[in-house]
C-alpha cells in the first residue's frame, strides 16, 4: 500500500516535470532524454503488464486522474519512472491514420506491453520513437 503511495507520488512529480518542461523548453532540447530518437522498429505487445510495467502503468493511472496530464506527459513520466527502476522501453509518436494533419498521439511501450496509452491510441499509425527496446 505505502509503496504504491509512493509510487504515485512519484508520477504525480514527474507528470508535473514533463507539463512544465513540455511548455517551457522546445522539444528538440529536451527530447534526448527519452534516449535515442528514430523511426519506429518493434512491433507493439499488447499482452498483460507485469512487474515494475505493470506497478508504474497503475501509479501513473492513479496520477493522471488527480492532473489530467496529456498523452506525452504521461509517456514521459512512465518513461522516467522505468528507467529509474532499469527498465527499458519506448515513447512512440503516432499520427492520426484518417487524418495525419491532426494532434500526434504518444503512448508509452514496455516489454510485456503499453504502459501507458494516454488516451485512444488505435487510428494512430507510429511514426517515430525514443528510446531502447
Keep these: 500500500m505505502w509503496a504504491h503511495r509512493a509510487r504515485v507520488l512519484e508520477a504525480l512529480a514527474l507528470l508535473g516535470l514533463a507539463h512544465v518542461v513540455r511548455l517551457r523548453v522546445p522539444m528538440r532540447r529536451w527530447a534526448r532524454l527519452l ?6 522498429t518493434v512491433a507493439i505487445v499488447t499482452g498483460p503488464l507485469t512487474g515494475p510495467e505493470a506497478e508504474v502503468a497503475r501509479a501513473i493511472g492513479a496520477a493522471v486522474r488527480r492532473t489530467g496530464a496529456n498523452c506525452l506527459e504521461q509517456a514521459v ?57
Design 35 to 40: 534516449g535515442p530518437n528514430g523511426p519506429t
Design 77 to 133: 513520466a512512465a518513461s522516467l519512472m522505468l528507467r529509474r527502476r532499469r527498465v527499458p522501453g519506448l515513447v512512440v509518436i503516432g499520427l492520426d491514420v484518417t487524418d495525419p494533419s491532426q494532434v500526434p498521439h504518444a503512448w508509452f511501450v514496455g516489454a510485456s506491453g503499453l504502459v501507458v496509452v494516454g488516451g485512444e491510441q488505435a487510428g494512430h499509425r507510429p511514426v517515430n520513437q525514443f528510446g531502447r527496446p
